[in-house]
């Protein structure tokens, strides 16, 4: 599972919180591509939520964007050890670095993408578009606690994000109260069963 | 031209074989100290580079297949004990897997059957012998080894300093340009010299021992760093 998204959108915390939930229902593990260091794993390590062996970090070489869409080899390794290690039965989630709208999985690396944005970030986001709001498989727009903070419509938001997706899915979420992560996870688990079956 | 294209996924752009540890150390610092950099690790690393890749690719066309895997696992040992650092060792077998990925799922049918003789390689053996099966000679692998050595350094530089991309770009072609009869001297060279390794006899001894130490330390002192963008 992909999961990326411009920078301090909530991407480690999506992928933490989705952690606490899984790890008692799938083997699980998680791959990070950080832009210049290893924090998002050292964030996930420090937190606890995974065995240290079951999160590797990637090196991206300046172009996050690279290392999950157009040269994928030093992620699909990192994949392919993990897979070894808890089966292919498991779950890896494999958080990009914070880039821009343009920035994608490959489908080479991932099954299913999540994309976050947050509405800290501008309500006019969604409207604008990029492949990562129009074609991931799920649109995650985070942080609408502090919509009325920063002049945000959350409304006009997720009314855009459907206009420009179609029939994907949208959800709203507060990843840092907790607020929409189960209807996350339930996608998540509903799309696993899909690709296993 | 395939595999000589920095667009082609062998997870190459993430690697800058030393750049990084050279800019924070202040020994390159713009575009004429890159040039000296880069001659010098031609001359030094990129010769063996060369040697190896020729070698490699002469086992694949000259040899029965026993002695294919003893002289590719002595061409891995010679590699071994002419890197000084661990860090860069493990990079280099690192890159050979993942250039052999990409190669692999390009010309399945071609280096399907050879995929177990050259994985987790060193990345000049299994260049040399994959590109070998691919109908490249030795000497045209040698030439590959030699631009993905330069290319590797002058587009990390690119990155890390913003150098002016058409500068670099012209320290890339003059280099490359400057080297590459000898490049072809020593493949040329390689080819006798691999005689004794196709016969299954381990004489490795021919192969280039210049090296270049600061890199080595460089590469150990890199590994150790946590704000790092580079793989090596």
Known sequence: MGIGGPVGSGKTALVAALCHRLRNMVPLAVVTNDIYTTEDADTLRHLGVLNADHIKAVRT?????????????ANLDAVEDLEQ????????????????????????????????LDVAGGDKVARKGGPGVTRSDLLVVNKVDLAPLVGADVGRMLSDAHAVRGSLPVLATTVRSGEGVDEVLAWLMSERALSRS | MVL????????????????????????????????????????????????????ASTLMT???????????????????ARMASAASRA??????????????????????????????????????????????????????????????????????????????????????AGVETETRALAAEAVPATEALCLGRVET??????????????????????????AS
């Open chain 2, 205 to 230: 001894e021919w192969i280039s021992w210049l090296a270049a130490p600061l890199s080595d330390l460089g590469a150990e002192a890199h590994a150790a760093r946590a704000e790092r963008l580079f």
């Open chain 1, 61 to 73: 070489g300046c172009c996050p964007h690279t290392a999950i869409r157009d040269d994928i080899a």
């Open chain 2, 4 to 55: 000589s294209d920095g667009r082609f996924p062998s997870g190459a752009h993430a690697y800058s074989s030393g750049m990084e540890q050279s800019i924070a150390w202040h020994d390159v610092t713009g575009l004429a100290s890159l040039e000296e950099f880069v001659a010098g690790r031609v001359a030094t690393t990129g010769a063996m580079a060369a040697q190896v890749a020729a070698a």
């Open chain 2, 91 to 176: 990079a280099s077998r690192q890159q050979g897997h993942s250039w052999l990925r990409g190669a692999r799922a390009v010309w399945p049918a071609e280096l399907a059957s050879a995929s177990p003789l050259l994985m987790d390689r060193h990345a000049w053996v299994t260049l040399g012998a994959a590109t070998a099966i691919l109908g490249i000679d030795p000497q045209d692998a040698a030439c590959l080894a030699l631009h993905d050595l330069v290319s590797t350094l002058v587009w990390s530089a690119v990155r890390l300093l913003g150098l002016d991309p058409f500068e670099a770009a012209g320290i890339l072609a003059g280099t490359l």
């Open chain 2, 62 to 80: 000259a040899a029965t297949a026993p002695q294919q895997t003893i002289g590719l696992d002595a061409l891995d040992s010679a590699v071994d």
């Open chain 1, 85 to 116: 290690m808890i089966g292919a039965d498991g779950v890896i989630l494999v958080e990009s670095g914070g880039d821009n709208l343009t920035a994608t999985f490959s489908y080479g690396l991932i099954d299913r993408q999540i994309f976050v």
